[in-house]
């Protein structure tokens, strides 16, 4: 009988969470307008890499080694190199913006060649994004590493470069940013889903004035929990399938670990974000001042010091040390290892422990914090 | 149930106190009452005397901080979710949700209060039909009108019949035809179902539909009983006088600055006059030549006395000047003024004009135009046909320093929150215009006249609602405007700043000043000298309030109150 | 005349004393850019620090032992850990232990002592391909400074061509020179568009609003007396977070004051007509505020402030040309660590000019029209 009766009143609760999302834009935008958004945003907007980099080349004096040294810059499609005649013209070039990189051979290259100490070219780059200019450097040793083998091989000449580098990339080896960022991507989604979403339309209530009839109807505080956390729980898992969906399907990133463990896992980050979005709500109890706090407390954290695109092993030790009380630093991590690497349980299981262990004490905390009672 | 006590709810000693920036300040102080079972016991008293803290102490959604509560014979203390599931609770904003419709609204609410299947459909149908929602059932709550939101409220409380029904301000802001309709439902709660029913207001006319009261005032309980006790002190010390030659507002203003006289306020073609103890209209000098004639006293004579009279807050009389007589052609001209929002005509053609040094009601229902009207007035908001003008020009289209000759009220007292009063005041001169000297003299007035220099430096939020009203109408007041608009000047603030209101307002229209104002209170539709009742866009009456308490009348008794007037013209219109 | 000016100057007092008197108007005047300010310079960085690695050497020899030494004192590399066996290697880069392992095989030292060409193999973490690149640049340039080393004390010749590389503007590459004068862009987008386009909807939520209609104040007058604290307040923040960058996180500013502050108020014409439009259209706070992260995110993303423009495919790049953050980026950027002058960001100052003309010619427009 009491069973029975708790299941009525919380079946009406859960009915009425649909209604009001159902009925609500905002709510439909949150959950699943903004995440196509930004995952289409993300997945073909922003990019780390650097491609078809527009590079000044200056070559004084042109001849045959000249122009097989430029010849593998043109074949590769990290580059694409534009001639200029003189040096004054590629430096102006450069501070328009209009070229990254300049590549300089001086006349006596084709000499210099055949001499011991061989010929310098010289790669002049747009320091400004050091990021971009660190990768130019690199594609352009890599061109050069190429263009070595091929040049020993033409002229049959023995190249003595004492130690070759053979680098092997695991997981990602064609090295697509696309396929980290998108798994860290759905990291912030259901951070935006569970947190935030869940922190408006608990603090709506509050402002509008029906959890006060709600509390005075003899419904316990548990069900007025339960009849939020259902919901946008099952919300959030909605989300979360789109953004695989989407992920695997539209973007190519390989899902290489078990999707079961992916969604045991997402269950557990939604809880510890459904956990901290109402906590915030029962504090804020006022949809605007709820909305500040989520963003601050967090949607920011989730996008910066969760090593979603800033690497966490390069903070400042300080930093490093609060990234671990960031719910989204653990997903993250969990969310790269199991798109790229697989089930990896050295890494799920600390992982998951560690969101298990959150998703506990927010939903603690916030059944301690609600009291059926208004002051 | 009422076997355990003979009362439904029993308050002792009960104190509470909220922080209000960093020093606590009292909402309610040490409460004794009781709550009788089977009747409609009335919680009384103006914003922030501590209405709600006490509905939401019985409702247990709040614990004193000392005494002790027991509802239904239970201790609020440890069992209010057993007391939660014989409670019914609507607060203030009804508690709707508005996303939902009024059946899914109803639905949610039998799910919480575990009402069973099988029982439900009766029981709508008997809700649907009391509260004349039937035909709305698919409609969001949010699309409902004041009056039937209210309703709505009142039907999801009601969807299992609870033992106490508590009601938190039900009638704030909802028109005198819902008002009186929700009594109809709950009186026949109480005869059918032996309800007891606790209700708040501020409206001190809705006492006497009570059969017992408690009285609030800054969070003490000042006065406990039937409405007839109450009435019952004042025997013999309310009293109606006639005009005379004089003008109602002349003659209110001469009586309400006499010592012996506790209260004199207009009504109809005469001044109802409450005197102290002790002293009787014949006994005084000044009422020689007046035509005095013994009245039934109200509740509300009652409460004013409790609270000392109106002595203490009348405006200085200094600048009472050369009465202006009305009737010097007309300052605000209206005609054939309509405005639709859509397909939706809101205002649909109506005529009036304000003559200077008027004060003019705009009357009417919830959704009744009233509001629209005022702003199209205002230059709030363009008309889609018909003529306006107010002082010779139409304000949405007139140079900005037309807009100076005009001032502004409206219901929120809306002032700048974070400014401190002198602030606000600053601003608004500015903003209207004054400078240099002319804007020291103002501000100086300003503070003078309103009694403002106390809180000069608070900030405007933290005032409290009487004072919130005094500085809106200083502010409204500082470039001396010729036409002054008050939208719902008085909701929500205790009868004494009402009447220290009302007072401002005659003196200003004697200096010839025209006031345009809207209004819940029917009382103080009898202040005004001409008004409209508006419904559904139209015109439904118009005249002095006399006028239109007669034409509906027709030839029986003029005495009837402005708010029977109201109704039987909005029921008539109906039929 | 001068009735307009007075009246615009009240209102100005008004709104400066309105969000100055309240704690949390202050709080997101001074809070938000303190906090982005600090994280974004310590925390978000695309450069390597304490990268952790491990090494393989399966060759004893003094060669290899030399390589391993470069290793460890590099700068980006923290301390290694040592791996024995080859089983150990696909658990620690699985587990995250390590990002790079360096795996030196048995024949290294005997193979360069005959002058053959010994091989190293790098293995990279790739899940994030960003760090993985950079890693592997660090590591090849190891390797290449213990080439040249070899090559310089074996006196034989080395390769016929070299790369002698140099950069611009910023020659550690350090990534913090490249983010700080984003984030003060950013800033002054986000501080601006709280403060203006909360203003109205403020006053409407208040109610305050119908009584500024009512008074003689015009609706443009309303209008500027709203823009400028918005101007005023952007213009302060940016000098703050400028003073900031140069002063504590010492990033260069070489191009004169006058420049960049023409930049700044060119943006801050946009930001603000963005902010009045957003405010026009808002009747609650609540949608000024969704309003303003709606504009804010995707300008930010799509403005080259993290990742850069010329990336994105074709058609991201055409919608980057109405942000007003792409030019502002570029302009920031430009006066800081390039010196660039009036000359040279002309081709960024005139879209700027038109994004805020137009932006505040529809914002009056729209004000006037939802004045009903």
Not at chain 1, 274 to 301: H, R
Not at chain 1, 332 to 348: H, R, Y
């Amino acid at each position: 009988m009491a069973g029975s009766i708790r299941r009525m009143r919380l079946a009406g609760l859960i009915r009425k969470e649909f209604l009001q999302i159902w009925r609500d834009p905002s709510s439909i935008a949150i959950a699943f307008v903004l995440p196509v958004v930004l995952l289409l945003l993300f997945g073909y907007g922003v990019s780390l890499d650097a491609k078809h980099v527009p590079v000044a080349l200056v070559v004084e004096q042109p001849d045959s080694a000249s122009e097989s040294f430029i010849g593998a810059f043109r074949k590769l499609e990290y580059f694409a190199p534009v001639a200029f005649p003189g040096m004054p013209d590629a430096e102006e070039a450069m501070r328009e913006g209009s070229v990254a990189a300049i590549l300089h051979l001086r006349s006596d290259f084709g000499r210099a060649i055949h001499q011991p100490g061989g010929a310098a070219a010289q790669l002049i780059v747009n320091g400004v994004n050091a990021n971009t200019a660190r990768l130019i450097s690199g594609y352009a040793n890599g061109v050069w590493a190429t263009w070595l083998q091929q040049y020993a091989a033409q002229h049959g000449v023995q190249v003595n470069l004492p130690v070759l580098v053979e680098s092997r990339v695991w997981f990602n080896s064609e090295l697509s940013s696309r396929n980290y960022l998108v798994p860290g991507l759905i990291a912030v989604i259901m951070t935006l889903i569970g947190a935030l979403l869940t922190a408006l339309v608990v603090s709506r209530e509050w402002e509008r004035g029906t959890m006060e009839s709600l509390m005075a109807t003899p419904v316990s505080m548990t069900e007025i929990l339960l009849g939020k956390v259902i919901p946008y729980f099952v919300l959030g898992t909605g989300g979360m399938l789109l953004s695989v969906a989407m992920a695997v399907w539209l973007f190519a990133v390989p899902l290489r670990g078990s999707f079961v463990l992916l969604m045991i896992v997402a269950s557990l980050f939604l809880l510890v974000a459904l956990g901290m979005g109402l906590l915030i709500s029962t504090v804020a109890k006022n949809q605007f001042v709820a909305s500040q706090i989520a963003l601050v407390v967090t949607f920011l954290p989730a996008f910066l010091l969760s090593g979603f695109i800033f690497e966490i092993a390069s903070m400042p030790q300080v930093v490093q040390v609060i990234t671990h009380i960031i719910p989204a630093r653990y997903f993250v991590s969990l969310l790269q290892t199991l798109f790229m690497a697989g089930d990896i349980w050295a890494v799920i299981v600390p992982n998951a422990l560690a969101l298990a262990v959150m998703a506990l004490f927010f939903m603690v905390m916030v059944r301690r914090v609600s009291r059926k009672r208004l002051d | 149930m009422t076997a355990i006590t003979e009362h439904v709810a029993v308050l002792r000693g009960v104190e509470k106190s909220f922080m209000a920036g960093k020093r606590p300040a009292p909402a309610l102080c040490r409460v004794d009452a009781v709550i009788r079972p089977g009747c409609v016991t009335g919680l009384i008293g103006p914003d922030g005397a501590g209405k709600t803290t006490l509905m939401r102490m019985l409702a247990g959604l709040i614990r004193p901080d000392a005494g002790s509560i027991a509802v239904l014979g239970r201790d609020m203390a440890v069992e209010s979710q057993q007391v939660q599931q014989q409670l019914g609770y609507m607060p203030q904003r009804f508690g709707l949700y508005e996303d939902l419709s009024v059946q899914e609204n109803l639905d949610l609410y039998a799910d919480l209060q575990c009402v069973p299947h099988e029982a439900r459909r009766e029981r709508y149908a008997e809700l649907m039909h009391m509260t004349g929602l039937a035909p709305f059932t698919g409609r969001l709550a949010g699309q409902l009108s004041g009056g039937m939101k209210q309703k709505l409220g009142l039907a999801c409380t009601l969807v299992r019949s609870p033992s106490l029904l508590l009601l938190d301000e039900p009638t704030a802001g909802v028109d005198p035809v819902s008002r009186r309709e929700l009594w109809e439902i709950v009186y026949r709660q109480v005869e059918e179902a032996d309800m007891s029913v606790l209700c708040s207001t501020a409206y001190l006319d809705e006492a006497e539909r009570c059969e017992n009261l408690l009285l609030l005032h800054q969070g003490r309980l000042i006065g406990q009983g039937s409405p007839a006790e109450f009435s019952g002190r004042m025997q013999g010390r309310v009293w109606s006088v006639g005009l005379g030659g004089e003008t109602r507002r002349g003659l209110q203003q001469r009586l309400v600055r006499e010592a012996s006289v506790l209260d004199a306020l207009i009504q109809g073609e005469s001044v109802r006059l409450v005197m102290h103890e002790g002293h009787a209209p014949a006994d005084e000098a000044w009422s020689k030549d007046l035509q005095v004639q013994a009245v039934q006293p109200r509740f509300e004579d009652a409460f004013i006395s409790l609270l000392g009279g109106v002595g203490a807050i009348l405006p200085d009389a200094a600048q009472q000047m050369a009465q202006v007589h009305p009737g010097d052609g007309p300052v605000i001209e209206v005609k054939g003024l309509s405005r639709s929002f859509g397909k939706f005509m809101a205002v649909k053609g109506i005529d009036f004009h304000v003559r200077r040094g008027e004060v003019f009601g705009l009357l009417g229902a919830n959704g009744a135009g009233k509001s629209t009207t005022f702003r199209m007035l205002c230059g709030l908001l363009p008309a889609s046909s018909g003529s306006l003008t107010v002082a010779g020009v139409d304000l949405r289209e007139a140079p900005a320093s037309a807009r100076g000759r005009i001032g502004y009220m409206s219901q929120r007292f809306s002032l700048y929150g974070t400014l401190s009063v002198r602030e606000n005041l600053r601003f608004f001169s500015s903003a209207y215009g004054l400078s240099g000297k002319a804007r020291g003299a103002r501000i100086d007035w300003a503070f003078e006249r309103f009694d403002l220099h106390d809180v000069a430096d608070t900030a405007s939020n933290d005032l409290s609602l009487g004072y919130k009203q005094r500085l809106a109408m200083a502010a409204a007041l500082l470039h001396e405007p010729d036409i002054l608009f008050l939208d719902e000047p008085t909701s929500g603030v205790d009868p004494l700043a009402r009447r220290e209101f009302w007072q401002r307002i005659n003196m200003l229209a004697g200096q010839g000043v025209t006031v345009l104002v809207t209004t819940h209170f029917m009382e103080e539709a009898e202040y005004c000298d001409r008004l409209v009742i508006m419904a559904e866009g139209a015109i439904l009456a118009s005249g002095t309030p006399q006028q239109i308490k007669q034409s509906v009348a027709g030839s029986g008794k003029p005495s009837q109150s402005m708010e029977d007037a109201f109704i039987a013209l909005i029921r008539r219109e109906e039929v | 005349m001068v009735a307009s000016l007075r009246r615009v100057i009240a209102l100005m007092g008004k709104e400066f004393l309105a969000l100055l008197k309240d704690k949390k108007g202050r709080f997101v005047l001074i809070g938000p850019p303190i906090i982005q300010l600090m994280v974004f310079g310590y925390a978000a960085s695309f450069d390597l620090n304490h990268v952790p690695y491990a090494i393989y050497n399966e060759d004893g020899g003094s060669a290899s032992r030399q390589l391993v030494a470069r290793f460890e004192g590099a700068p980006p590399f923290d301390a290694a850990t040592i791996v024995h066996d080859d089983a150990q290697i696909q658990p620690l880069i699985d587990d995250k232990q390590v990002l790079l392992v360096v795996h030196i095989g048995p024949q290294f030292s005997r193979q360069l002592a005959l002058g053959e060409s010994a091989h190293v193999q790098l293995i990279v973490d790739g899940r994030n391909s960003n760090t993985a690149l950079i890693i592997l640049g660090y590591a090849s340039s190891i390797v290449q400074s213990f080439n040249t080393g070899r090559l310089v004390t074996s006196g034989s010749s080395g390769p016929p061509a070299h790369i002698s590389m140099r950069a611009w503007f910023n020659p550690n590459l350090q990534s913090r020179w490249f983010l700080i004068p984003g984030i003060a862009g950013l800033i002054t987008l986000v501080v601006t568009m709280m403060v203006v386009s909360l203003s109205v909807a403020r006053e409407r939520e208040q109610g305050t609003f119908d009584q500024l209609m009512v008074t003689p104040l015009r609706p443009f007058e309303i209008l500027l007396g709203k823009a400028l604290p918005g101007f005023i307040i952007g213009m302060l923040e940016s000098t703050l977070v400028i003073l900031i960058a140069v002063f504590w996180f010492n990033i260069p500013l070489l191009s004169s004051p006058l420049v960049l502050y023409s930049g700044i108020a060119l943006f801050l014409l946009s930001a603000i007509g963005i902010g009045l439009m957003i405010s026009s259209l808002s009747l609650t706070q609540q949608q000024g505020f969704l309003g303003a992260f709606l504009f804010i995110v995707p300008s930010i993303l799509l403005s080259g402030f993290a990742t850069p423009i010329e990336n994105m495919p074709h058609a991201v790049q055409m919608i980057t040309l109405i942000d007003p953050m792409r030019y502002f980026m570029i302009i920031l950027r430009g006066v800081f660590l390039e010196g660039a002058g009036f000359s040279i960001l002309l081709p960024q100052f005139w879209p700027l000019a038109v994004i805020g003309f137009v932006c505040m010619s529809l914002a009056t427009w729209l004000f006037r029209h939802r004045m009903v």
